[in-house]
């Protein structure tokens, strides 16, 4: 089935909005038209957290509704399969170190199911570092000694690259000392390393900065940054296995339907697709949602599962708490655009490369092989010279093919496909990443709840945040709360 | 409540079998005499992986009867609060890189009750190796060097410390190459890169190969040691961080009360401890188990979440297939040793140590300060030299004081706790670790089901086997088969 988002470029067909995947749910919703239910718990968002969420109540005896605005599941992350090939969307590695993420992977078996995006057995076997207008070549070993050198000067704040500031990820600010370093951006930080780094190391370390927010240095976190590199083990080599190696041979939907999958075999998950939620209203004794188009829907508890950046087009009654409504009003700052090219140079499939500061698209690697033989290049580009890559095609076949200088490994695009994730009215940006001194003003006023109100989303989770990992955390957070609370009510009730 | 596990020794009251722990379970059963109930599973075991397993399937809707032959949860990995204190009887550490132990951290919201073991600010703040007679002292930084290298040496079967040969630890035999060298023993492996040791090399390298399998070398798989090389990443920094850094504060049972506490709450939880299993008989229909004093239960199916080299004592009709029987008959190898010392040389708290191969204690740490100041060392031995530690208090005392050479740093011993594995009837040992051969012959038998009997343990886990992750992983794999199943028998039951 077509999804309504992403689009796809071929020379024969252009471009065209919609891609099939296998995340898209037919039929919409089952839901009957007369029926009038009360529900459990009503589930507001089928990503990831949305998802678990459902999962987790229906398996755990709760009525659930499901409301989400797309037509598909899988929120920021999905897989489009594409004459049997999977390209990702959004989110598509994951790995054993990941704790929510690996737990449902070997929950479902499914351990077996991925491979790695590098293979660095074939013809263009080596990195592309293009720094302006100058080009230059070197092995994937000499790739991985310069970004050990200039990411191990500038994550080493603490003479123990990162251990000492950031001891246990999951309680970020555990050394008070933490919240000041969120004040300091990647500016600030490269900044005060510059004289210590080589051009080489300072374009290597900024684009893989900036590969990891989406935004510009300015505006990236520098702490949030250390959050990432210690989830990672503090090092590049942790950095590369976690990030960037390990995906689904079927794809990211293949992995997100399995949660659907269990939830409706429940029987106790109703849901409805293409169904935004326009107000959320809590009279203490229950929740009230109204979908965009008028239709109301009650339950003892809501879990709100949308993103940071599309809160604010709910309405709240009562409405939230200042803390809150700053943090959305604020936003998270990644614009990432990530757009993938069949190119039929099979031998590309080995490359990686970085063109910055001045190409569209800063950071890509051969990432896999079509079934028709040709490479799959994955791109990204970000705030830093942002891009509508369906605005101006040409513009984006330009950005691609300046990835590389060397005239000799010129891609011919067969294919393009990416999804507009700064326009996308349910994301309104790629994962969260934050700006210098938000997480220490507002990651508690995130993840608080709102009377019967509890908000989920990976872009508040603790470990790894803006991660399918970190979404999975708090769908699991939010449902065990919501039974364990609805559970004892019971109790209670039954007893009077 | 006192368990009757474990020992302690103190100067005052001497040797005294049992001691306290928050897994102790009162009252031991919830089953009343008259009852004679159908359940949907019965789990046998009540250590993480039978935890699991029953509060799973307790949450998700069945109904549940957990056995365990001890007066307590936890199995192979519980604590004993004295004073105030948690001392680890078996199993301490946890990681965020340990998916299924901190997705369940995480749930609880457990994952600021976590602290570091080491502690490098005190006085006696270095690495003590002795070996034989000779003893030197180094920096906790040149311990770090020593080890780096040495294990370097040790896992660089490849010529990439091990990712070439074990790229996914959770498909151990990925590979196809990964079988042959499973039957490489550590001594194998020590013998073939012997010229290239120093003896301190040697030495650091053999003691920590032999804390990790509290076996001989000879008897020590040296794949399986791989594959937790792989886990912690392909580093000794890896290895520190996942293997002997962060523990509970409150220790483990309080943990493991966690699962227990949450499926009793569902109310569909009986059990039974100090109920030892003697029978198991799957008619095809049902399952009949059969304690030690004859009581019988039945149920739809069966969840043995027993160890490896307690399954013999079970009789099971019919008989178990060939594989398992075999496996079962070989059993795994490890007979570790593991002794608290509370000595009271404060600066004793930054210290770490190595007495090999002479002493039966070979590797030990501070571990932490106990309420009185003192400081809290434990000491690891195993089948290289092994001892039961109750039999003969002084020569116990001496092998912890042989850990020592440096006469200004004699430990004062104030108390010992520990409990003797091996000779643990439901246990046989400590975690799982494999003779070589064993697992490419094995792993795919422990995990097979027979009928309607499912094997659930951390010592066939995929990922973190041996491990309290890989008792969790197991746990939740059978509750969700057990659930799975049940819930399409009744559909074809209420629409037949």
Chains 1, 2 share one sequence.
């Not at 799959?376 to 076949?397: L, M």
Request: net charge negative; glycine share 8%.
């Amino acid at each position: 089935m077509d999804s309504r988002d992403g689009y796809t470029w071929t020379p024969t067909d252009g471009l065209k909005a919609g891609v099939p995947s296998l995340g898209v749910i037919t039929p919409s919703t089952n839901l009957s038209e007369s029926e009038e239910e009360f529900y459990d718990v009503i589930v507001v968002g089928a990503g990831y957290c949305g998802l678990t969420a459902a999962r987790n109540a229906a398996v755990e005896g709760l009525k659930v509704l499901l409301l989400e605005g797309r037509d598909r599941i899988g929120g920021r992350s999905w897989s489009s399969n594409i004459q049997g090939y999977p390209f990702e969307m959004g989110g598509t590695w994951v790995h054993w170190g990941q704790s929510n993420t690996w737990r449902e992977i070997v929950r479902y078996q499914m351990m077996n199911e991925v491979e790695k995006s590098f293979d660095f057995s074939h013809g263009v076997n080596h990195y592309e570092l293009n720094i302006g207008l100058e080009g230059s070549t070197m092995s994937h070993d000499e790739e991985d000694a310069l970004l050990i050198a200039a990411l191990n000067k500038f994550t080493n704040i603490d003479g123990a690259y990162g251990r000492n500031m950031i001891p246990l990820p999951y309680d970020m600010f555990h050394v008070a000392n933490a919240t000041h370093l969120d004040d300091v951006s990647a500016q600030d930080r490269i900044d005060a390393i510059a004289l210590s780094l080589s051009p080489q190391e300072r374009a290597a370390v900024e684009s893989f900065v900036l590969l990891c927010s989406g935004a510009t240095l300015a505006t990236t976190s520098f702490l949030e940054f250390m959050h990432w590199w210690a989830l990672c083990g503090y090092t590049y080599a942790g950095c590369i296995d976690m990030l960037i190696t390990w995906k689904f041979k079927g794809g990211q939907s293949s992995f997100a339907i399995k949660f659907f999958q269990e939830a409706l075999a429940t029987k106790r998950l109703a849901y409805a697709f293409n169904s935004p939620v326009n107000n959320i209203q809590d009279t203490g004794r229950k929740v009230q949602v109204t979908t965009r188009d008028g239709r109301r829907y009650h339950a003892a508890r809501l879990i709100s599962a949308m993103p940071l950046n599309v809160l604010g087009e709910v309405t709240f009654d009562p409405p939230l708490c200042a803390g809150k409504t700053k943090a959305i009003a604020t936003g998270h700052v990644n614009q990432c655009v990530k757009v993938h090219a069949e190119v039929s140079n099979k031998d590309l499939r080995s490359w990686t490369g970085v063109a910055y500061p001045h190409n569209e698209l800063m950071y890509a690697i051969g990432d896999g092989t079509t079934p028709a033989g040709n490479t799959h290049i994955v791109c990204f580009g970000g705030s830093n010279k942002h891009i509508d890559p369906e605005d101006d095609i040409d513009a984006t076949k330009r950005a691609v093919t300046n990835m590389f200088v060397q005239q000799k490994d010129q891609p011919n695009i067969e294919r393009l496909v990416f999804h507009n994730w700064s326009k996308d009215e349910f994301a309104k940006g790629a994962w969260f990443f934050s700006s210098p001194g938000f997480l220490a003003k507002h990651l508690d006023d995130m993840r608080e709840r709102h009377g019967n109100v509890l908000f989920a989303n990976s872009d508040w989770a603790l470990g790894w945040r803006s991660f399918i990992d970190g979404a999975i955390e708090e769908g699991t957070r939010v449902a065990y709360e919501v039974r364990t609370e609805l559970t004892k009510l019971r109790e209670v009730h039954s007893s009077s």
